[in-house]
């Protein structure tokens, strides 16, 4: 139950941190994430790490964001 606490905070803290982002990341510096996201997998045995599936659930929920606020504004 704690860890989903944990995870849970974690989570919120990405999505926040990811929404008060002013600009969006350029192709190269996606290219690097997924990069370091591959190597880190390889590290950990084949499997993803929970920052890197929370790091890209924060992207994910930042993009939609963003999205609606494109689609409220017209």
């Known amino acids: 139950m704690l860890r989903k606490k944990i995870l849970l905070a974690g989570a919120m803290a990405c999505v926040a941190l990811s929404i008060c982002a002013c600009e969006k990341k350029g192709p190269m510096e996606k290219a ?9 997998t390889l590290k950990n045995g084949g499997k993803r790490t929970t920052h890197d599936k929370l790091r890209d659930a924060a992207e994910d929920v930042n993009d939609s964001a963003h999205d609606a606020a494109k689609d409220l504004k017209n």
């Open 32 to 40: 690097g994430e997924n990069v370091d996201e591959a190597v880190n």
